[in-house]
């Protein structure tokens, strides 16, 4: 039998077996032109494209329905930030925008967000100077789409922002000069500081306060023995500039009992007492006389109608000090509580100041952090105690020089009248410590470590890292489709988020365009 005579048959005994039923696969579901929205990220852009760790910066965008049929749902747009222009499981989320239900085809919806970035680095940031701001549309899949590949990696300028890591500038004051009207006082005596405060690095120092510090001369400041007798309010002072401070000081009618016996003192200006430009501890070391110290001679007071006379002291002493098990992330803030005794004889009228720091696992003395302060404004009574809960921040950047990896183990120490302002019995029993705990750098291998902040030049520097920005030429975005792979040459889009960019993104599942080609095959 020839070919044709088979098939022949074939379509005979096909035929007796009843018709050929021709199956179409219905369509309702399919992503047709009037069927579903498509939302895309037209234009996004960040505020500043040099920031630091922990600052926060403004995110502002578009969010484009390209496709044709309006959103019924509201939907978020989640904000990343990333060591690469990609958002991966390695991103940190730092913020998310609700849009609303009822974006039309063709319509645009604009947000503006204010975001914090990480307090420390991002997992696999080192490479580059650079953190991405990315954005992903409806992370939780709330909204049907007929694409949902382009609701995140489309770009610079679309869904991504470029920032480099531009760390704070440090400055460091110095006390150029210090004098007083008469080198020779008595105690009870009022006294007038001036003094020169200098900015010798390229940072811009904040306001801060000058401590003046008595030490029996002969031995070296910043001991036990050193009593704090006022302090001088310091402005703002721009990078290399310099401020003239003065301030009116009253001794205290009796020297303090570890003041006492000496008539020769070693007055010392600390110019930052309050730690703006430097946290750690011990704080340099004084330049010397002419500079930041004089010397002074305070004599018993001789005018004073009646010969005053040493009543009973307060003894305040640190108690129990909590902190949380751990593990702590640099950056970030935890609270501690702590007791403050009174165990002396006499009321404390002043407040008291309460100090923290971030010390090594051993909490014996040498190099710490300051964490902060609280103040007891209502002083402490003789026989009491009061407990307080004071929330901290651990710093972001350390001192340069200063190396710490992650993870690591610290504690905490309290210090209760750290500068030496009131008058005690005894001395030795104003610090305690917390339980050792671990600190560390989220999301790292345990390779890394804490980033510093940059040394002090010795010449003005203003240079600084530009992030990636946008260029004028076309580039080439990739766009994965359901099953399918577009290219488009995109230009970059202008940095203002009110700009319209239309992205011609939208494509059809596989199965529509076979079935597509087949009927227009058929037709020809």
């Given amino acids: 039998m020839s070919s044709r005579d088979r098939r022949a048959a074939g379509r005979r005994r096909a035929w007796g077996r009843g018709p050929i039923i021709l199956r179409f696969e219905p369509l309702e ?20 494209h040099n920031s630091d760790w922990g600052s926060t ?13 309006p959103v019924g749902s509201a939907f978020q747009v989640a904000i990343y930030a990333s060591a690469t222009p990609q958002i991966t499981r390695n991103s940190v989320q730092i913020g998310d925008v609700s849009i609303p239900a009822g974006l039309g085809p063709g319509l645009s919806s604009n947000y503006s967000e204010t975001v914090s970035l990480p307090a420390t680095p991002v997992p696999g940031f080192g490479s580059t100077a650079n953190v991405y701001i990315a954005t992903q549309i409806d992370p939780q899949g709330v909204v049907t789409e007929s694409n949902t590949k382009n609701n995140k990696g489309l770009g610079i300028g679309y869904d991504t922002s470029a ?11 110095q006390g150029a000069s210090i004098n007083v009207l008469s080198n020779s006082v008595q105690w009870g005596d009022t006294i007038q500081v001036t003094a020169q405060i200098r900015n010798n690095a390229q940072g811009n120092a904040p306001a801060t306060r000058a401590r003046l510090v ?25 990078a290399w500039q310099t401020a003239n401070v003065q301030g009116s000081i009253t001794l205290p009618m009796l020297p303090p009992p570890t003041l006492a016996g000496s008539q020769n003192f070693t007055l010392t200006l600390v110019p930052d007492a309050d730690f703006q430009t430097n946290n750690l501890i011990p704080l340099p070391a004084p330049q010397g006389l002419g500079k930041d110290q004089l010397s002074l001679q305070i004599v018993p007071n001789t005018t004073a109608t009646t010969t005053p006379v040493q009543g009973p002291l307060p003894d305040l002493a640190a108690g129990t000090l909590q902190v949380p098990a751990g593990p702590l992330n640099w950056g970030n803030s935890f609270q501690v509580t702590g007791t403050v005794e009174n165990i002396g004889q006499a009321d404390v009228t002043t407040p008291i100041r309460v ?6 696992p051993s909490g014996t003395s040498g ?18 105690s009061q407990q307080l809960t004071q929330t901290l921040k651990l710093p972001n950047r350390l001192p340069a020089g200063l190396l710490i990896g992650s993870p690591t183990v610290a504690r905490v120490e309290m210090i209760v009248d750290p500068e030496h302002t009131i008058a005690e019995s005894f001395e030795n029993n104003d610090n305690s410590f917390s339980a050792p705990f671990v600190v560390r750098i989220p999301g790292n291998n345990g ?10 030049s010795a010449t003005p520097n203003s ?16 766009i994965t489709g359901q099953g399918k792979i577009v290219r488009r040459n995109i230009p970059v889009p202008h940095q203002s988020t009110t700009d319209k960019v239309v992205h011609g993104l939208t494509a059809f599942p596989n199965q529509v365009n076979k079935f597509v080609k087949g009927v227009i095959k058929n037709d020809l």
């Fill in 355 to 360: 100090r923290f720091l971030l010390m090594g």
């Fill in 163 to 173: 920032i480099a890591i531009t760390p704070q500038q440090p400055a460091l004051l």
């Fill in 57 to 69: 910066v403004q995110a502002e965008g578009t969010i484009l329905n390209q496709g044709n049929a």
């Fill in 367 to 384: 190099e710490a952090l300051f964490l902060g302060d609280a103040m007891l404004n209502n002083g402490l009574k003789a026989g009491y």
């Fill in 447 to 456: 390779t890394a470590t804490v980033p510093n902040t940059p040394a002090v």
């Fill in 29 to 48: 579901g399919r992503a047709l032109l009037s069927g579903l929205p498509d939302l895309v990220s037209s234009s996004f852009a960040t505020s500043t």
């Fill in 214 to 238: 008595l030490t029996p001369a002969g031995q070296a400041p910043g001991g036990s023995a050193d009593y704090t007798i006022g302090n001088l309010e310091v402005p703002a002072i721009p």
């Fill in 463 to 478: 240079s600084v890292t530009p992030a990636v920005a946008p260029t004028a030429k076309s580039r080439r975005v990739r």
